[in-house]
């Protein structure tokens, strides 16, 4: 089992920054690819990035593709999404998951955190 815990969301102004954290215990994530996701009210919830924990390499939604950045430290067992130049459009719970394939589809995940909330006033 893996437990995972988001933290860092908060009420910014847009063309602000964030940083959320997710701290995993229970297995280290070396092996696992570890995901972001949002989820707004009334929305489905939706792909942000993903990166293999080991192997390197990340993938990012369009919509945040070059104002966030996925990285991790191996040591703290950590994942962090780095969240730059916040919009109107940004605002949800964010969660981050572990799972065994690097995907966009939660479903193919199979740990996840409990969420943090961003909030972005214009």
């Known amino acids: ?4 815990v988001e933290s ?9 920054s964030l940083r959320l954290s997710c701290v995993a215990s229970g297995r280290t994530l070396r092996s696992y690819v570890m995901g972001w996701f949002r989820q707004a009210p009334g929305k489905e ?3 942000v990035a993903t990166s293999r924990w080991s192997a390197g390499g990340a993938y990012y939604a369009d919509s945040v ?3 966030f950045t ?22 949800a719970v964010y969660y981050c998951a572990a799972g065994d394939t690097t995907a966009t589809m939660p479903t ?8 943090t909330q961003v ?4």
């Open 70 to 91: 996925i990285s991790r430290d191996n040591a703290k067992n950590t994942v962090y999404l780095q969240m730059n130049e916040l919009t109107p459009e940004d605002p």
């Open 108 to 115: 193919m995940y199979d740990y996840w955190g409990q969420g």
């Open 119 to 122: 909030t972005v006033s214009s």
């Open 45 to 47: 919830r939706a792909f």
């Open 8 to 16: 860092g969301g908060g009420l910014v102004q847009a063309g602000a």
């Open 65 to 67: 593709k070059g104002r």
């Open 1 to 4: 089992q893996v437990q995972l």
